[in-house]
């Protein structure tokens, strides 16, 4: 049987604010976040038959608790999807949405399912890192990996070891940039559209609602400077230059070109290409810089050709390593222009989604943009890069 690989375009994606651990969401379930992303998918798409959905694939790094028992079927289940629509749940740790995205996009591509729903959450506070994790003493004791490379600030902290042009003062200039960016943002109307408002109670049982992302606020280089360095003393991470701990989910559609158009849904992203890769564990944020090479050159594209990076911001230092290796500025207004993870936070298996939705939003806004590229670094020393091309470009006209 001859087949042809398909076209695989993004819909619509959206997340609910995100939250601090042990803040907004304290009292809400993990799953009760993501089933009311994929809700809101489908309120928004009325076009979309429930029943056409072919598969959905939730990621969650923790997967235990209200973030385990295959988290994609029950939270397909419990959104109000009929019992024929299957389900399943991802792990790469902060790449868990992303790789939803690819593996779905990748069945989609050969004609195993023509519309699928990916996503991702993490519910840091009660799931904290590292959860019930029982590494195999071999690692340590055949000296697999550095012992570092367990804790992630501390792999951030070996990484500006590794790259001492990334000083600590370029590190908070770049978390501020993120900071005063993403207020930018909010004030402009340009997060709102797909943050999808979550009903919360506090501890006294009183209900509220969570329309904005909680953990961004008004900072300073010199309030930044000031800030400790809790994975080492005298090092350069600090809770201003990291994402903090996130309670967060996302979700987006993703079908056939052909299939969305017969729905009528609009494809508002065009996936190119995508690429994983390892590096040593104890340095994980140089992940992206080889992932996104590898998906480049399978796309036949030169960084120069992308107009818009969208970057998950674990640690300053992993983003500007990643800059200076591709020779792009720390602040190039093509990256991160809503800013980042420093500033709204890093529900980890939840972010890849955010940052999908994200350069959506903006390809709808520059059509002379062609190409953009969204990435991020994944603990035990991996990369993860999708680039997709924008269906609003002028060019194509
Ligand atoms: C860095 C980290 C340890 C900080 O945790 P924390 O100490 O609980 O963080 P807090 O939010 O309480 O911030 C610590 C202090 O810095 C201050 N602070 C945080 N961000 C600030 C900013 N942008 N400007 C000024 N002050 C700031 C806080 O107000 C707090 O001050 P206080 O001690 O006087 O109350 C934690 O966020 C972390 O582990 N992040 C990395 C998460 C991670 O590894 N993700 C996976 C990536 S692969």
Redo the contacts with the bound molecule.
């Keep these: 049987m001859a087949r042809a690989v398909r076209e695989v375009v993004f819909v619509d994606g959206v997340r609910t604010p995100f939250g ?1 651990a042990n803040g907004v969401y304290a009292s809400t379930r993990a799953d009760d976040l993501v089933i009311r992303c994929i809700r809101e998918l489908l309120r928004r798409n009325p076009t979309l038959p429930p029943e056409r959905v072919d598969d959905v694939a939730v990621a969650a790094t923790t997967q235990t608790g209200d973030q385990g028992l295959t988290i994609g079927r029950t939270a397909a289940l419990l959104a109000g999807l009929p019992a024929t629509v299957p389900g399943y749940a991802v792990d790469r ?2 790449a868990g949405a992303m790789t939803a995205v690819t593996t779905l996009g990748a069945g989609i591509a050969v004609g195993a399912t023509d519309l699928a729903i990916a996503g991702g959450v993490e519910h840091m506070g009660r799931h904290p ?1 590292g959860e019930g994790v029982d590494p195999n003493p071999r690692i340590l004791a055949e000296q697999l990996v550095d012992p570092s490379a367990l ?3 501390a ?1 951030a902290e070996n990484l500006h070891d590794r790259w001492p042009a990334v000083t600590r003062e370029r590190a908070d200039a770049f ?2 940039a993120s ?1 005063e960016k993403t207020a930018k943002a909010y004030a402009d109307g340009k997060l709102q559209p797909d943050l999808v408002s979550v009903a919360v109670r506090d501890e006294a049982g009183a209900w509220g609602l969570a329309t904005v992302d909680e953990a961004p ?1 008004e ?2 280089l010199a ?2 400077a ?3 360095t ?2 080492r003393p005298h090092g350069k ?4 230059n ?4 996130t309670d967060g989910a996302t979700a987006a559609v993703l079908a056939a070109a052909d299939t969305a158009a017969e729905l009528g849904l609009a494809a508002a992203m065009r996936l190119v290409s995508y690429a994983f890769a390892g590096v040593a564990p104890e340095v ?2 140089l992940g992206p810089i080889p992932s996104t090479e590898r998906a480049l050159r399978l796309a036949g594209l030169s960084i120069e050709e992308i107009g818009r990076f969208e970057l998950n911001e ?2 300053a230092v992993q983003v500007l390593a990643f800059l200076d290796h591709f020779g792009i500025t720390d602040d190039d207004p093509r990256v991160n222009p809503w800013g980042g993870a ?1 500033a709204v936070g ?1 529900p ?1 298996a939840a972010s890849g989604v955010r940052l999908m939705t994200q350069l959506a939003r903006q390809f709808a806004e520059a059509p002379q943009v062609r190409y953009g590229l969204t990435a991020m ?3 035990i020393g991996m990369g993860g890069t999708v680039i997709w091309e924008n269906p609003h470009w002028e060019g194509a006209r």
């Design positions: 601090k740790m902060c890192m804790v992630m600030g792999t978390a501020l900071q606020r900072t300073s309030a930044l000031g800030l400790r809790p994975f991470v600090t809770a201003g990291a994402a903090g701990l994980m944020g674990a640690f420093i890093h980890l670094c994944v603990g």
